[in-house]
């Protein structure tokens, strides 16, 4: 909002949604924004959410995908229904907001920019407890690149983020273990990161920002990792 744009949140939770309007809104009162409770791994609930954002605002211009799960199971404890509801959220829900936004980009006809957000384990394994997880963010990070190779000719550009550990309340969620037969730390501990502290989510605005802005307008297919130099180590 801060850099002009209106503004339509999407999550399963009204109050979530509601919190964070009025966060926006005290922070920035000169672009619009409005929520919509939605569960992106329904079909139904993504061509409500475009309808609705089509009727607020006339167009959709940038996707920004950043609904995941990240339950903390062993292989052993893992069941097929927590597997497949990992999955149904971090990628089929990708797939299903690329598939009907850039359909409606493409009809628009003036391109547009879809961001991703994968995770520093689309790369690289950070903790035993996330396959599913793991599984998942690797599936988004292809997915990304063959849609960017398809949309290019659309003026669509597809780019990655990939963070490392953000504080956010999902972390501090998981933080307790969520009754996991796992134990570990969900997220680097800042003695572990070599820029010596954890990621706030503006880290990862401003690079989001960064692929949504025309200052990008050359890229396409990519992922840049936001993690303090966690993956160096």
């Not at 003026?155 to 570990?184: F, L, Q």
Request: hydrophobic share 40%; glycine share 10%; net charge negative.
């Amino acid at each position: 909002m801060e850099a002009g744009a209106n503004v339509i949140l999407a999550a399963r939770n009204q109050a979530d949604i509601e919190a964070a309007i009025t966060d926006l809104v005290t922070a920035n009162s000169q672009s619009k924004v409005s929520g919509i409770k939605t569960d992106v791994s329904l079909e139904a609930d993504v061509k409500n959410l475009i309808s609705q954002t089509l009727n607020q605002f006339g167009s959709i211009d940038i996707l920004v995908n950043n609904a995941g799960i990240f339950p903390f199971n062993s292989l052993h404890d893992m069941n097929a229904e927590m597997f497949d509801k990992v999955i149904a959220t971090n990628l089929r829900g990708v797939f299903l907001t690329c598939k009907y936004v850039s359909e409606q980009m493409i009809l628009q006809g003036k391109g547009g920019k879809i961001i991703n957000i994968t995770s520093i384990d689309a790369l690289h394994p950070s903790a035993v407890g996330l396959a599913h997880y793991d599984a998942s963010k690797h599936g988004v990070w292809g997915f990304t690149k063959n849609i960017a190779l398809e949309l290019a000719q659309h003026n669509i550009t597809v780019n990655a983020v990939a963070p490392g550990g953000i504080a956010t309340p999902g972390g501090a969620a998981a933080s307790g273990k969520e009754k996991s037969s796992v134990e570990r730390n969900p997220e680097p501990d800042q003695m572990d990161v070599p820029m010596g502290r954890i990621g706030v989510p503006d880290d990862i605005g401003k690079v989001v920002l960064f692929l949504a802005s025309e200052m990008s307008s050359y890229m396409t297919g990519s992922q840049l990792v936001v993690d303090g130099g966690y993956l160096l180590k």
